[in-house]
């Protein structure tokens, strides 16, 4: 899916080159509205300049959309890996927990038999 992503961003890119490339002299002009003293300006302005700025738009908006989502995701994987090594931590007190309690067991075994081994005797 990745993949299909980039080629489409690729295409969507080169034609955007490609269209700027054959209308890098078109010029687009803007008018300003003239208010009471304030006289209508006419602005002339290259269409490629327009394209570039709306690409950069773009990108920048596709930025600011993803980020968020990219520092949430570290968060999130940062608060698994703390929580993976509280587990991994608190099962190996658990298993040692579990170590000298059979050995305790062994022990207190021991003392068993040979109190009972100096009874019958």
């Known amino acids: 899916m990745k993949i299909i992503f ?36 006419i602005y002339h302005i290259k269409l490629i300049y327009i394209m570039q700025l709306s690409l950069l738009a773009g990108v920048v908006a596709g930025a600011c959309f993803v980020i968020p989502g990219v520092f949430s995701a570290e968060t999130k994987l940062k608060e698994y890996k703390r929580k993976l090594e509280k587990t991994s931590v608190q099962s190996s007190c658990d298993s040692s927990k579990v170590d000298v309690l059979e050995s305790k067991i062994q022990v207190l075994e021991k003392a068993l038999k040979s109190a009972l081994e100096q009874k019958n005797d």
Do not use: C, H, W, Y
């Open 6 to 41: 980039n080629l489409i961003t690729l295409f969507v890119i080169i034609g955007i080159t490609l269209f700027a490339r054959e209308n890098a002299q078109t010029m687009v002009d803007f008018s300003t509205i003239g208010i009471g003293a304030i006289p209508a300006k």
